[in-house]
Every structure is written in structure tokens, then in C-alpha cells.
């Protein structure tokens, strides 16, 4: 036997605060359940100290780690190379040693796009076979915009991206012609809807939907029995759970470190597990 092969890969989770964060439990999960030898742990690391743990995480020989904020935009300087993702919003939140080298990436994105894929199937087909153009629309900030963008050739279909930053202006979503198929909405966007919503349902009426159209909430959620929920659910919209997206991302974490495609099926039932969903 080789030193290679009883050395066990760990992974840390750094973060302040980490209570109550589920992923050394799907991780372990997961990696059980695929067989492979991999262990994850969590770590609270003091604000001021990030950059001594993460040392600390190289030094030892660690495959890799999972940051949590406060540290996402503070470990990028640490890194030897990040992603194109990561890259435009400045904030990595998985790394892993990559031979000398350790490199980071931002996998909010690549979770969004796995979903949309999942729920997008069956696309309208033209007379001659061809895809009809339909449209992302991200209520948030520009960067999440770019980064939808930035993914759109790893999702099959005709999609451009529409950004919106407030339900005060409508401008080129009147359109017909590429009707929006995705809402992706930051926490910012969900305020405004509960802030002020007839306005945002007079926002919401001016959209050109595609038919069934697929509502994703980044951070926190639409509360079910509101007026909002409500208009989409008329429309047959599906309404992503927070709990969706989380497997989605947890899939798309395990794989960065580890290179297996794990079940979305068990992870979502690791994550309901641990939440108590």
C-alpha cells in the first residue's frame, strides 16, 4: 500500500458563525454513500484569524474547503487562480489543492444553472426544430446578471439574460419575442416584493411569461399563501425551494472536490434530514 492511498483527503468548513451549517453532515453523507474515503469537518474561525486558519488548511495538506462568509472575498488573494464565476463577484466559496496550486470558485451559479436545467426540460420547438428564444430575467445585481450570463452555453436552449434591479421600471420585458421563462431573484428583489406589493404585482403583469416558468430565490424564499406565490402559482410557475437549491449547490461542491456526480435524490434527503425540513 502507498502513502497516497491511506493519507484520507479532509476538507474543512470555514466560516463565523458555522452553527446550524449542514455541510459536514451531507458531505459525509454523500461520501459514505459513493464510497469514498473522504472526511469533512467544521471549523468557527475567529474574524481576525481567517488568514492563519486557512494557512494552517494548506500546510497541513487538506484537499480543500468550504468558506463561509465572513471570509468569501477575503481567501481570493489566497488562492492561486480562481474561477471565471468567482472572478466577477470577487468571492470564492470552495477551494481545493489542485496539485501545487489551490484554486477557488464561487458555485452559486453553477447550482442556479443545474436547477434550471433540471425544470427547463421540454423546451418549445419552432416549425423548422429549432429552439424558441426565451429569456432569464435576474432581479438583483448586475454581477449575478453577468454571471447567469457568463453560464448560459452550459444550459440547452435559446436563452439571453435580462437583468432588473427594481419593480419601478419594466423597460424590455414587454417582449413577446423572447418571453422569460426564469425569474432569478436575489434577497434585495424579495424585499421590495414584500415591501411594496401591489407594485411589485403590477411589475409582475407587465413581464412577458413563457408558459410554465421557473422562479428561483438565491437567499431566503417566497412565502407560500402570499400574494406573489399566489400569481405564480396561477401560472403554473415552479417555485424552487430553498431546500432545491441547496442540493443543487451541495452536488455541485462535491463534485468540485472530489470529481463524482453524486444523487440529487440523497442529498436532498441528507439536507431535509439535517434541517428537519
Keep these: 500500500m502507498t502513502i497516497d492511498r491511506v493519507v484520507q483527503p479532509l476538507v474543512a468548513c470555514l ?19 459513493a464510497g469514498l474515503d473522504w472526511r469533512f469537518f467544521t471549523s468557527e474561525v475567529p474574524t481576525d484569524q481567517f488568514e492563519t486558519a486557512f494557512r494552517g488548511v494548506q500546510a497541513l495538506g487538506l484537499a480543500g474547503a468550504s468558506v463561509l462568509e465572513p471570509f468569501q472575498a477575503v ?12 472572478a466577477t463577484l470577487g468571492r470564492v466559496s470552495v ?4 496539485g501545487d496550486a489551490w484554486i477557488g470558485d464561487y458555485t452559486l451559479g453553477s ?4 436547477l434550471l436545467s433540471a425544470r427547463l426540460g421540454g423546451h418549445s420547438l419552432r416549425e423548422d426544430g429549432t429552439m424558441s428564444p426565451q429569456s432569464i430575467l435576474v432581479w438583483g445585481s448586475q454581477q449575478t446578471a453577468q454571471l447567469i450570463d457568463g453560464l448560459l452555453p452550459s444550459l440547452d ?27 432569478v431573484l436575489e434577497s434585495s428583489a424579495v424585499e421590495q416584493l414584500y415591501a411594496n406589493p401591489k407594485q411589485a404585482t403590477r411589475w ?28 405564480f402559482d396561477g401560472r403554473n410557475a415552479h417555485i424552487a425551494d430553498e431546500i ?6 451541495a452536488a455541485v461542491d462535491f463534485h468540485f472536490w472530489t470529481g463524482y456526480e453524486s444523487s440529487i435524490e440523497l442529498i436532498r434527503e441528507a439536507l431535509e434530514e439535517y434541517l428537519q425540513w
Design 15 to 33: 466560516g463565523n458563525p458555522v452553527a446550524g451549517n449542514p455541510t459536514q453532515f451531507v458531505m459525509s453523507r454523500i461520501a459514505r454513500e
Design 244 to 249: 432545491e437549491l441547496m442540493t443543487h449547490r
Design 75 to 86: 481567501v481570493v488573494p489566497m488562492l492561486d487562480s480562481v474561477s471565471d464565476q468567482a
Design 95 to 98: 477551494v481545493r489543492c489542485d
Design 204 to 231: 409582475l403583469q407587465q413581464v412577458a411569461w413563457a408558459t410554465t416558468p421557473v422562479v428561483v430565490c438565491t437567499q431566503g424564499r417566497l412565502r407560500r399563501g402570499d400574494g406573489t406565490w399566489d400569481w
Design 157 to 183: 436552449g435559446d436563452f439571453a439574460v435580462i437583468h432588473q434591479e427594481s419593480s419601478q421600471s419594466s423597460d424590455g420585458l414587454v417582449s413577446l419575442e423572447r418571453p422569460v421563462r426564469a425569474l
Design 111 to 114: 447550482a442556479i444553472m443545474r
